[in-house]
């Protein structure tokens, strides 16, 4: 079907006007509900979505204030655009958001910035040759630079080889600024795996090799960690987990017991939570983010621990993969959200910000699906919200 021969000066919605007018005449089907007006497109049709003909409403919910105390040891009251079609879980995030906005501090947050990575596989041309470790080890300096020339927002890091089955991979970790920077760091690592190549008078087999294990949940990346390593802790005295929580800090224990020790290990799951990824692709959704990466964001694992007067929760979110530049991000309605949930002056980066932000959303969410297991009022609450 062409839908890219369009008449010259159309406007962005006056062409995905068209597609959709083409493509209902091809496939008889009624899309009339996926037009869409210019100032909801903003760039979208250039730079986000070949061949847009429309779009899909989204429902976004609200939940908080969540009082969050940053790494930066700043206090900020964050409030939460959930983008989601699953019901009930607004509601229950804004619980849990009710639930640790009452203790002082609220969710108290750490980070680490491992930057984002992408890995490339070179191959030795002469079958004798077993390993290019140390050469590129002895040529990081040239390399790195090669690879930084590529855009002035990105800094290497760091890097990782591994060895295996005839094939030599380097993975490369880097600071994009305010962007997720996926785009940036595949180019520099395009950029770095053809030098190489040529250097080491190897074969460059790819980039995007899988050992960085972009959008595919990996032990590698739930060990050791991509983008922001987010850990969000709070305690829940027994006032709470009775008043607002309605459960006992004894069946809270019991839950987390059964569900994130034992059945996590029965599952063989790589990330013991209960619903990280819930939090984590309706916030992805909502600000523009690439959803794909709710696939690392899903390896969290959630602890409980009992306290002298309730418990304290404990979510480390090893792969936070975020941007507030690029991508989706400067889309109108997600610029909106990202407004929303960060604050102006703080002082994190507006990245980390927005990391950790989602670090202390995805434990009030936790703790009220934990709270909802342990009072047995999970199903009720679905049968009332989602029928």
């Not at 989204?58 to 206090?75: K, N």
């Not at 053809?194 to 990996?218: F, S, Y």
């Not at 602890?303 to 975020?322: Q, Y």
Request: hydrophobic share 40%; with cysteine.
């Amino acid at each position: 079907m062409d839908l890219r021969s369009l008449p010259a000066g159309l406007t962005p919605e006056e062409r995905c006007n068209e597609r959709r007018a083409r493509i209902q005449t091809e496939s008889h089907a009624d899309l009339s509900l996926l037009k869409t007006d210019g100032a909801h497109i903003g760039q979208a049709d250039e730079k986000n979505c070949e061949q847009m003909f429309g779009a899909v409403p989204l429902p976004v919910g609200y939940a908080g204030p969540l009082t969050v105390t940053f790494s930066s040891g700043e206090e900020w009251a964050v409030h939460l655009p959930l983008a989601t079609t699953e019901a009930a879980l607004v509601a229950s995030v804004n619980r849990g958001c009710k639930a640790v906005s009452t203790v002082p501090g609220g969710v108290r947050i750490q980070s680490v910035h491992h930057g984002i990575s992408r890995s490339i596989v070179l191959k030795p041309k002469n079958q004798k040759k077993q390993s290019y470790t140390m050469e590129i080890g002895q040529q990081e300096k040239e390399w790195k630079v090669i690879g930084e020339k590529t855009s002035n927002h990105l800094k290497i890091l760091k890097y990782e080889t591994d060895e295996a089955d005839g094939y030599t991979f380097l993975t490369l970790f880097a600071d994009t600024d305010e962007a997720m920077g996926m785009n940036m760091i595949t180019i520099a690592a395009q950029a770095i795996g053809d030098w190489l190549a040529q250097k080491l008078d190897a074969e460059l087999i790819t980039v995007a090799a899988n050992v960085d294990g972009d959008k595919k949940p990996g032990k590698r990346t739930h060990d050791r960690g991509r983008g922001y390593e987010v850990t969000a802790e709070a305690g829940i005295p027994f006032s709470v987990i009775t008043e607002i929580l309605k459960t006992t800090p004894e069946h809270l224990l019991a839950v987390a017991d059964a569900k994130l020790k034992t059945g996590s290990t029965l599952a063989g799951a790589l990330g013991s939570n209960l619903h990280a990824a819930n939090i984590v692709a309706a916030l992805y959704l909502a600000t523009g983010q690439d959803a794909a990466h709710v696939a690392e964001g899903s390896l969290a694992d959630t602890t409980v621990e009992k306290t002298e007067d309730g418990i304290r929760m404990t979510v480390r979110l090893p792969a936070i993969l975020v941007g507030v530049r690029g991508g989706g991000t400067g889309l109108p309605a997600q610029s909106q959200c990202l407004d929303l949930l960060l604050k102006p002056a703080t002082k994190l980066h507006r990245k980390q910000q927005l990391a950790e932000s989602i670090g202390a959303a995805v434990l009030a969410g936790e703790l009220s699906l934990l709270a909802a297991q342990a009072s047995q009022s999970l199903a009720s609450a679905h049968r009332k919200l989602a029928r």
